[in-house]
């Protein structure tokens, strides 16, 4: 089964731009792009908030960005805002349907 | 507006079989979808457990496959996950939720329903 490695904990001011890594030990994300993005906050159910590497769902922030390089997909979220901080995990559904670890953003 | 909403014990012994319900309202089950369950261990990441179709047809994680059932009840439009044989390692939050298809992602969750395994 694929795996996804996320780094456990990012962290930015208010006003900053952040980059969350996922990296895909199989090919499935590169070939692909089949990669999503859930932010949770404590607590409360996961949000989708990228889907097919790239795409929002209707209402969320345009400040939430979702791209690819190779076997990593990245989130980044630019404008930080207090409401921002929370759990961030990645997902790929290509083949075997996996997430990653998880991130904690921290607002400063 | 779809919604789901998880039911079942909040409490379940040790080698004993986890039961639980999600109930879909705005949206017929048989209308299409892939149909899921995931569930997050306390302070811990989550995990995808598996789906099923309205049709039936299921896709289950490699790693629970044998302990995992997944079926659906169209007549109450709901489905429901088994886990067998359950230890103090599947205490979790348990989330159902719809997936838009084939390669679609878990879209809309329910709000989660913690489950303890414990004597």
């Known amino acids: 089964q694929s795996a996804l490695t996320q780094p456990a904990s990012v962290s930015g001011s208010p006003g900053q731009s952040i980059t969350i890594s996922c990296t895909a030990t199989?090919?499935?994300?590169?070939?692909?792009?089949?990669v999503s993005w859930y932010q949770q906050h404590p607590g409360k159910a996961p949000k989708l908030m990228i889907y097919?590497?790239?795409k929002r769902p209707s209402g969320v922030s345009n400040r939430f960005y979702g791209s690819k390089s190779g076997n990593t997909a990245s989130l980044t979220i630019s404008g930080l805002q207090a409401e921002d901080e929370a759990d961030y995990y990645c997902?790929?559904?290509?083949?075997?349907?996996?997430f990653g670890g998880g991130t904690k953003l921290t607002v400063l | 507006q779809v919604q789901l909403q998880e039911s079942g014990p909040g409490l379940v012994k040790p080698s004993e079989t986890l039961a639980l319900t999600c109930t879909v309202s705005?949206?017929?089950?048989?209308?299409?979808?892939?149909w899921a369950w995931i569930r997050q261990p306390p302070g811990k990441g989550l995990e995808w457990i598996g789906n099923?179709?309205?049709?039936?047809?299921?896709y289950y994680n490699p790693s629970l496959k044998s302990r995992v059932t997944i079926s659906v009840d169209t007549s109450k439009n709901q489905f429901s996950l088994n886990l067998s044989s359950v230890t103090a390692a599947d205490t979790a939050v348990y989330y159902c939720a719809k997936e838009g298809g084939r390669y679609s992602p878990p879209g809309t969750w329910g709000q989660g329903t913690l489950v303890t395994v414990s004597p």
């Open positions: 705005g949206y017929s089950i048989t209308s299409g979808y892939f």
């Open positions: 997902f790929s559904y290509a083949g075997d349907r996996v």
């Open positions: 099923i179709y309205h049709s039936g047809s299921t």
């Open positions: 199989s090919s499935d994300v590169g070939i692909y792009n089949l």
């Open positions: 097919e590497g790239s």
